[in-house]
């Protein structure tokens, strides 16, 4: 098995180049190991990788991934992605655990947090609804990764309107998050949600508005209606009394 892991490294560092590497970096306040590789250029190598592994029973899949995850470098972790949501139709209840070991062990950066959330943790959600209630405690980790988990695992569910009473859950146990990602993590899930919902979220933005971070406020109106964007930005004064 190893050998495939291999494989997938030396096609990375062959299409790794020092421009892509130094434009990444932009986008991290944090230090992020990378090889410096498109992330198209690493899809189509994980897919092909992925060919020659399909066969093999999940569990050795999914410590295949773990070997990838386990490196630290956010191409690698990509991989890992591509290949756990590649075999969703194999996922179990028990899965969450593995996936919620893998940010909490392994994520060290807002790109290989979304990629993860985003399709195999989103899609696990959708198969097992009742595991959102396991998700709603991740709001409550000291690991910044896991809450910002904890919102941007429904992004997708929530731009076709579902757990749309979870997600205003998951968005008042963050609401007063202090970090910047988490604010942004639950402030992007609140605008997907606009898609099927967009009064609903106006009117909880209208509700929250002088206590919500700025960051989450602007995150979550982007795609309203000027009008509304206007009327959710005003603060209410505070007199002195």
């Known amino acids: 098995?190893?050998?495939?892991?291999?494989?997938?490294?030396?096609?990375?560092?062959?299409?790794?180049?020092?421009?892509?590497?130094?434009?990444?970096?932009?986008?991290?306040?944090?230090?992020?190991?990378?090889?410096?590789?498109?992330?198209?250029?690493?899809s189509k190598i994980s897919k092909e990788a992925f060919k020659s592994i399909e066969k093999l029973p999940k569990q050795e899949i999914i410590e295949l991934c773990e070997e990838l995850w386990s490196s630290g470098i956010m191409e690698e972790s990509f991989v890992a992605c591509n290949w756990s949501y590649a075999i969703k139709k194999q996922y179990t209840e028990e899965d969450l655990l593995v996936f919620e070991r893998w940010v909490n062990e392994y994520v060290t950066n807002w790109a290989s947090c979304d990629t993860l959330c985003n399709h195999t943790i989103g899609t696990f959600l959708e198969m097992y609804p009742l595991s959102i209630e396991q998700l709603k405690d991740w709001t409550k980790s000291q690991n910044r990764w896991v809450r910002r988990a904890a919102a941007v695992?429904?992004?997708?569910?929530?731009?076709?309107?579902?757990?749309?009473?979870?997600?205003?859950?998951?968005?008042?146990?963050?609401?007063?998050?202090?970090?910047?990602?988490?604010?942004?993590?639950?402030?992007?899930?609140?605008?997907?949600?606009?898609?099927?919902?967009e009064d609903d979220v106006y009117q909880y933005v209208l509700s929250k508005r002088d206590i919500m971070p700025r960051t989450a406020l602007r995150y979550a109106i982007e795609k309203m209606p000027k009008p509304m964007k206007q009327e959710a930005m005003i603060r209410e004064k505070k007199t002195n009394r």
């Not at 030396?10 to 590789?37: C, M, P, W």
């Not at 998951?170 to 898609?195: E, F, M, P």
């Open 1 to 42: 098995m190893s050998n495939i892991i291999e494989q997938v490294r030396h096609e990375l560092i062959n299409n790794s180049d020092a421009t892509t590497k130094e434009s990444g970096k932009r986008f991290f306040k944090e230090e992020v190991r990378q090889y410096g590789v498109k992330t198209g250029v690493v």
């Open 153 to 197: 695992s429904l992004i997708v569910p929530a731009k076709k309107g579902l757990f749309k009473k979870d997600i205003f859950e998951i968005a008042d146990s963050l609401l007063l998050d202090t970090d910047d990602l988490v604010q942004k993590g639950y402030g992007w899930l609140l605008k997907s949600l606009c898609t099927k919902y």
